[in-house]
């Protein structure tokens, strides 16, 4: 194997090694992603309910339901804020991956020219054994 040869293997294998990397982490903050998406739900939903509890209340219980409602709105949106920063990176780790895949490609590409001019230079040397 050649010095080239063995430079695209080590390349190609840490350009799998990284996209695999990618992929794990894209599948982490996936499953974070869907952790918040539910946990928005139901904070929605409780919002809701405490706005329909409140009508009709007198001013004493209105005023503690009001300020459970408050917190479930500003918690939810602070899961809106997570879900659409975990959704950018999400995007950016996919890009990453697709980088790295086209990198992948390319080194494989090379590894076969390499492979095929070896292969050619047998065929040279075995065609003409007289010259050696």
Known sequence: MSCEEAQLHKERLQALAEKRKRQTEIEDKRSQLDD???????????????????????????????????????QGKRLEDMIHRLESEIGALESEE????AKEQILRERLKETERSIEDLQKV????????
Do not use: C, N, T
């Open 36 to 74: 918040l998406v539910l946990q928005l739900q139901h904070v929605k939903s409780k919002a809701m309910r405490e706005r329909w509890l409140l009508q009709g209340m007198g001013v004493e219980e209105e005023e503690a339901r009001r300020k459970q409602l408050e917190q479930d709105e500003e």
């Open 125 to 132: 040397y075995e065609q003409s054994p007289e010259d050696h």
């Open 98 to 101: 697709s980088q790295i895949s």
